[in-house]
């Protein structure tokens, strides 16, 4: 086959697929957002912003609020467990680490629903923890771990760390270790090394490991449901419950708008410290 031919068979199926099922269907979404409740209801179309009101309550302002500092708990927590991690990940011989990737990998394979049912086993009152804490004696009662935000918190860690670990670690290995070297050289104190050298250059693989685990951890529903119960709200849950139970589907469509431009803006803030990372890498040259 020409390579022109399959080009642009591959290139217009990406796209096309892309279009059908991404773009249209978010195109529907921005629709919903401008139409009334009643409008959709009824069937008619009336372009109002009565969607993106409703979201401006109160009740949207708690859900982001404790939404956001969850996602942020959760976001901090990966980071430090994630950057030491594909550190030391970067440092091992080749065959061990390719064990340590592929155990880190591992957990993909599996659905990540069927993942949060397993940390019910774990954290229920008769589960494993509080069963070998019982035999151990270190607990005389069972300890209440499922259904709060310690659950939710726990699930989200869990369930996103390899989001984090992965772009951190693909970072590393495109940093010159002869630039550490250098530093180390000079005089530098290991502290110095890393947040003068390693940490700015790096920055990418941070920011884009962050963001991987901030965002999704606003919009993952079934995770506050399953552990946290009626307790936990999150966005996704709000934007959930208005199109699933409320059948509000402006308002819905309203958070999930304001979700998707929160999204854009961190991916605007990626490149932004990616082309600020590659400047630096190049001694300042644009």
Not at 75 to 97: C, D, F, G, Q
């Amino acid at each position: 086959m020409n390579r022109g031919v399959f080009r642009f068979i591959s290139v217009g199926s990406t796209v096309s697929w892309i279009v059908l099922f991404v773009v249209i269907p978010y195109l529907f979404v921005v629709l919903f957002s401008t139409v009334s409740y009643e409008g959709l209801i009824s069937g008619v179309i009336d372009l109002s912003l009565d969607g993106f009101r409703e979201i401006c309550s109160s009740v949207f302002l708690e859900v982001c609020i404790s939404s956001f500092s969850l996602a942020l708990g959760a976001t901090v927590l990966t980071l430090l467990v994630a950057y030491p991690y594909a550190y030391i990940l970067t440092r091992l011989p080749e065959a061990v680490k390719r064990v340590m990737l592929l155990l880190m990998i591992i957990p993909f394979w599996t659905s990540s629903l069927v993942r949060t049912y397993a940390l019910i086993i774990l954290l229920k009152a008769n589960g494993i923890v509080n069963s070998v804490l019982l035999y151990a004696g270190l607990i005389d009662e069972p300890l209440s771990m499922l259904y709060t935000q310690w659950s939710v918190f726990a699930g989200l860690v869990y369930t996103l760390l390899p989001f984090m670990v992965l772009p951190i670690y693909s970072s590393l290995q495109k940093l010159d270790w002869r630039l550490v070297e250098a530093a180390r050289d000079l005089g530098a104190t290991p502290f110095s090394v890393f947040a003068r050298v390693v940490l700015p250059l790096t920055m990418p693989g941070l920011i884009a490991g962050s963001t991987m685990v901030f965002l999704p951890a606003l919009g993952l529903f079934y995770i506050p449901d399953l552990l946290g119960g009626a307790r936990s709200m999150l966005i996704g849950n709000y934007i959930k419950n208005q199109f699933l139970v409320a059948g509000n589907w402006s308002a819905g469509s309203a958070a999930s708008v304001v979700l998707t431009l929160l999204m854009c803006l961190c991916i605007y803030g990626y490149f932004l410290s990616a082309r600020k990372a590659r400047t630096e890498s190049m001694g300042g040259m644009p």
